[in-house]
């Protein structure tokens, strides 16, 4: 779509202060939130404000701190909640997450509507996002792309990248993820991650010490 009918807001939400964002297009005022963490009320405030109404709902994976308000928000509004199948468990698993890690009773995440896999178009009137499959965090990490924006996730942070130590989790796999996935992309490529600010896959390209490292290694093989 033309970059000028693009919109998007983002709100940190709970305790892990995740990152939650609407993109919608302004011509149809229809839009995809990605990853509501928590706060369902805050997600649906940031909606009004961008006067767009969620269609779909969209989660890079399946931690609590990316899906716990999908219940909530899929109920508000009705939209089909989307996920990779290999982090199918792993959201199963988050009532048990949310009482061991916050002391939270959470009612369970609604089962997905439909699962997304490598070269999924997430799409509605006015707006495509392509899932790209980036194992490494979780089995099933996803991020998504379109318009010269790629929503990370927990794979790929300003200066860092997502914790490879969980269940599931890989440093060689994130690693090759980003290597092979997210750094062949255009250097001006926006990147809105799961936390913290956002940057750019140049900046990345260039900063990232995990990246560097890679880069350096190749070099001198």
Do not use: W
Not at 37 to 60: F, Q
Not at 166 to 190: A, H, K, N, V
């Amino acid at each position: 779509m033309d970059a000028t009918e693009l919109m998007v807001g983002s709100v940190v939400v709970g305790a892990f202060r995740e990152n939650c964002y609407i993109v919608g297009s302004k011509q149809t005022g229809e839009a995809i939130c990605v990853d509501p963490g928590d706060e369902v009320d805050e997600i649906k405030a940031l909606a009004r404000d961008l006067k767009l109404k969620i269609t779909k709902i969209a989660c890079s994976h399946g931690h609590l701190d990316h899906i716990m308000a999908v219940r909530a928000l899929k109920e508000e509004t009705g939209a089909p909640f989307l996920l990779h199948q290999a982090d199918l468990e792993i959201a199963r698993g988050m009532p048990e997450s949310a009482l061991r890690l916050l002391g939270r009773q959470e009612p369970p995440a609604p089962e997905p509507d439909c699962f997304l896999a490598e070269g999924d178009d997430v799409e509605i009137p006015g707006l495509s996002l392509k899932v790209i499959h980036t194992p490494g965090h979780t089995p099933g990490s996803i991020c998504f792309y379109g318009d010269g924006l790629l929503f990370s996730g927990d794979t790929l942070f300003q200066g860092s990248i997502g914790r490879f130590d969980l269940p599931g989790g890989s440093f060689e796999q994130i690693m090759i993820s980003i290597m092979s996935r997210l750094m062949p992309l255009p250097d001006e490529t926006i990147v809105r991650p799961g936390h913290m600010d956002q940057t750019t896959i140049g900046f990345e390209r260039r900063n990232n010490p995990f990246v560097q490292q890679i880069l350096a290694s190749m070099q001198n093989r």
